[in-house]
């Protein structure tokens, strides 16, 4: 078995700014890689200046990611912060501007960079220092080296193959409260998703499995806010889950649900969390009876029928289309190393059962 997880994680209230001076100590000049909004109305992008500002390090703003950034925007990014001669790169964000800050440290350490670099994989991945502080519950990729971006001549998202893990995780619950509580939803959804998925990966083992179901237990204790009214308990909490969840993905991978949801999210727009959290019964149903109970106790179901119940609640106003669902189902059955990277078998028959 191996573990590797080399990001230093501060999981507290006010994290970035107790831990300012250590944040300021990796360079001199540091790019804020921030989305349009999120960044400033949850204040993190505040309590970053505020942070390098006490340390009197500089910086500079790029606060252009898009929902699901593209290599042209990374290229963007790289030639403005190239001439503000910036030494490390601070992501703040949902797991787009997360993403991009590591594709941009990647570019920003190499003399004469090129954008065909970024899916090179002969080359090192070597990058800039890369600081993460989520603003969703969902993405983990504050704890994972994965860098996923639109490659707009192949119509789609292609993660980069190089990994590029932040040196430091800053997560703190609060930079949640102002989000819309859709948002929460779905990513606190997609949290869930990346844990079962890597439980039930092949891939999984005691160090993946262990991380899944500590984060199942902390996203299981708030489990209900998200259908009853959020609280400042589960902003701490699901924040939390997402961090562990996304210390399994970076083990494991993740599995068919995600595999099912990109045609969701490309063809019907629907959030990503939701379109994988769609798949959720159907995948629990038809894994092995010891492992879904483990998961199911974990999370604080008492049966399958209790977890199929609140996952109906939760999608109760979601509609998806009989043509989007075929089409999901036609690509990921053609998929085989797919179906055979779980734990459990799946053949087109079983697929079936999950996506209708
Ligand atoms: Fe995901």
Same mark, same amino acid.
């Given at each position: 078995m191996t573990f590797y997880m080399p990001v230093k994680v501060y999981d507290e209230k006010n994290c970035v700014l107790n831990h300012a001076g250590e944040i300021a100590s990796f360079g001199t000049k540091a790019l804020l890689v921030t989305g349009r909004s999120s960044a400033k109305k949850s204040g993190a992008l505040d309590d970053v200046q505020n942070a390098l500002s006490r340390f009197e390090t500089s910086y500079c703003l790029f606060? $252009?990611? $898009? $929902? *699901? %950034?593209s290599v042209e925007t990374i290229w963007k990014a790289y030639e403005y912060a190239k001439k503000e001669d910036v030494d490390f790169v601070i992501g703040i964000g949902g797991g787009s501007p997360l993403d991009a800050s590591k594709a941009i440290a990647f570019l920003l350490?190499?003399?004469? #960079?090129?954008? $065909?670099d970024l899916y090179? #994989?002969? !080359? %090192?991945? /070597? #990058?800039l220092p890369v600081i993460a502080i989520p @603003? @969703?519950? +969902? @993405?983990g990729s504050e704890v994972t080296g994965v860098s996923v971006l639109t490659v707009h001549e192949k119509k789609t998202k292609v993660s980069i193959p190089h990994k590029i893990f932040p040196k430091i995780a800053l997560v703190d +619950?609060?930079? !949640? =409260?102002? #989000? %819309?509580k859709s948002m929460i939803v779905s990513t606190a959804i997609d949290a869930l998703a990346h844990m079962i998925e890597s439980f039930e990966? *092949? =891939?999984?083992?005691d160090y993946s499995k262990a991380a899944v179901l500590e984060g199942l237990k902390i996203w299981g204790r708030s489990k209900d806010t998200l259908l009853n009214g959020l609280n400042e308990e589960c902003f701490g909490d699901m924040m939390r889950a997402s961090t562990f969840a996304g210390i399994a993905i970076a083990q494991t991978g993740t599995s068919i649900p995600h595999a099912l949801s990109y045609i969701l999210t490309y063809e /019907? =727009?629907? %959030?990503h969390g939701m379109a994988c959290g769609y798949f959720l019964k159907g995948y629990l149903q038809n894994a092995d009876p010891s492992d879904r109970k483990q998961i199911l106790d974990a999370a604080g179901f008492q049966s399958m029928e209790e977890f199929s119940a609140y996952m109906d609640q939760i999608f109760l106003d979601m509609h998806v289309k009989e043509e989007t669902l075929q089409r999901a189902y036609e690509v990921v059955s053609q998929n085989k190393a797919r179906l055979k990277g779980c734990r459990f078998f799946v053949d087109e028959e079983v697929l079936k059962k999950m996506v209708f």
């Open positions: 606060d $252009e990611i $898009e $929902e *699901n %950034p350490d190499r003399k004469d #960079a090129s954008k $065909e090179n #994989a002969d !080359l %090192p991945a /070597d #990058a @603003t @969703t519950c +969902g @993405t +619950g609060k930079y !949640l =409260k102002s #989000a %819309p990966s *092949n =891939k999984a083992d /019907d =727009k629907i %959030p």
